[in-house]
């Protein structure tokens, strides 16, 4: 039941976008918890890592290493070239950077296991960039934005640290020292992440109900390319050095799927609800084009 309710996740994503439509009031309400929601993807995520998982660091260093820089040096490109080739507003032009600048999402490893990529990699990589995040993705946005908007580098630097660092490794802790107690719910944890994912957009979508019309086309025009860009680039960069074939499925999911609600809270704390709008996007979009991508690539190992 979990699964199925983990693999229809887009389903679930999209039902909450229709009800923030209809009733935006109720979601704008809780407009101030989407920092304490993130938290607790983080923790979700910590509450699912091992100290081994950080040791295949060290084992598997070259290909760690190439997909943070591709995550780190493509993506953060890739959406500020988009945004100005399409002319998107100061304030989308910021979100996009925001988007392009943050690591690699949660549900990558999920979307990675259905693609028969290397699940272990996967969430390596994901714990990797993660945590690299907290000092790059604050630099990235002061290096690409900095002369649009003045970027509260320490502000939001601190804001990593109390939201992703601190969350991810007090639920690093707890699975060490209490994994016992964590096994028995370990099998919820993907379900909770997912609803607080979908809650976050629904947020974010009642907040920008009116611009939605006018600019929501251009802003998944965007995601879209964004998204594609990434996983294309991973997939064939891992080509280029030689890997094979699980880990270049790896590499794309990764490098492709982003940490939009990261984006989204950093977006709504710093910026404002417009800013929020390309990562709120980007959430329904990577899900379902990963998917695919995952379906895809699972019928052909399978044949």
């Known amino acids: 039941m979990l699964s199925l309710v983990t693999r229809t996740f887009p389903f679930w994503v999209l039902l909450v976008v229709g009800a923030a439509f209809a009733k935006p009031d109720f979601f704008i309400d809780f407009a101030g918890s989407i ?8 923790l979700c995520m910590g509450l699912t890592l091992t100290p081994y998982d950080f040791s295949l660091v060290l084992k598997k260093k070259r290909v760690v290493g190439l997909g943070v820089l591709l995550q780190f040096i493509l993506m953060p490109f890739f959406a500020f ?23 690699g999402g949660t549900a990558s490893n999920v979307i990675c296991f ?6 272990a990699l996967s969430i390596t990589m994901t714990a990797t960039s993660t ?20 970027v509260p580098l320490l502000s939001m630097l601190l804001s990593m640290i109390k939201i992703v660092l601190l969350p991810v490794f007090i639920g690093l802790l707890m699975n060490t020292f209490l994994s016992n107690v964590i096994k028995r719910v370990t099998r919820w944890l993907p379900l909770l992440s997912m609803l607080s994912i979908a809650f976050i957009i629904g947020i974010v979508v009642a907040l920008n109900a009116n611009n939605i019309e006018s ?9 879209v390319l964004h998204n594609g860009l990434g996983l294309l680039s991973g997939y064939w960069g891992a080509r280029c050095f030689g890997y094979e074939e699980a880990i270049c499925r790896t590499i794309a999911i990764e490098v492709g799927m982003q940490n939009s609600g990261l984006a989204v809270a950093l977006s709504m704390k710093f910026f404002n609800a417009i ?21 895809v690539w699972s019928y052909k190992t399978k044949a």
């Open 275 to 295: 800013t929020a709008l390309p990562g709120a996007i980007f959430s329904i979009w990577h899900v379902l084009s990963g998917s695919l991508l995952a379906s």
């Open 35 to 42: 920092s304490p929601l993130l938290a607790v993807i983080m």
């Open 215 to 223: 600019m929501g086309f251009m802003v998944m025009l965007a995601v």
């Open 114 to 119: 259905l693609a028969k990529g290397n699940v």
């Open 131 to 150: 945590l690299l995040s907290v000092v790059l993705t604050p630099f990235l946005v002061q290096l690409l934005v900095g002369k649009v908007v003045d």
């Open 81 to 103: 070239c988009i945004a100005k080739v399409l002319q998107l507003n100061d304030d989308l032009l910021i979100g996009m950077v925001l988007l392009g600048s943050v690591a």
